[in-house]
Each structure stands twice: as structure tokens, then as C-alpha cells.
């Protein structure tokens, strides 16, 4: 009984202690996807300036997160 009761307070204690670094580095994650999005979209207003189409266009698809779902990939 002595034995179940210290692996609940052991794993209680483990479970308080990694949380916030979990959370921390969703956070980051997150962060840094916003991040790569939009260094694209500046990369794509910059290459459509430089290109100078008066009649040009470009289509760019944006997915944001959903949850805590993985970093969307990026297409060249």
C-alpha cells in the first residue's frame, strides 16, 4: 500500500515539474512557425516588387494552427 501511495506522489511530482516545460516548448513551436510564415509572405511581396508585373499576380496560401496540431510544411 506504502509502495502504490509513493508512486502516485513520485508520478504527481514528475508530472508537476515537466508540464511547464512542455507548455513552454509548444509555445516556442508555435512562435517559430509564425515566424517561417511570415518570412514567406514578406519573401513573396518582396520577389512580387522586385518582379515588377504590372498585370502580375501571385496566389499564397496561409494555414494557421489549429490546436496543437504539428508546424505546417512548407513548400518551396
Not at 31 to 44: F, N
Not at 46 to 64: E, K, M, N, Q, T
Amino acid at each position: 500500500m506504502i509502495r502504490a501511495l509513493l508512486a502516485v506522489v513520485l508520478a504527481a511530482a514528475l508530472l508537476s515539474a515537466t508540464l511547464p516545460a512542455v507548455e513552454s516548448g509548444a509555445a516556442d513551436r508555435t512562435a517559430s512557425a509564425l515566424d517561417r510564415e511570415v518570412s514567406r509572405i514578406e519573401r513573396a511581396g518582396a520577389s512580387l516588387l522586385a518582379a515588377d508585373d504590372p498585370g502580375g499576380s501571385r496566389v499564397l496560401s496561409v494555414s494557421l494552427l489549429r490546436g496543437r496540431s504539428s508546424p505546417p510544411k512548407s513548400t518551396p
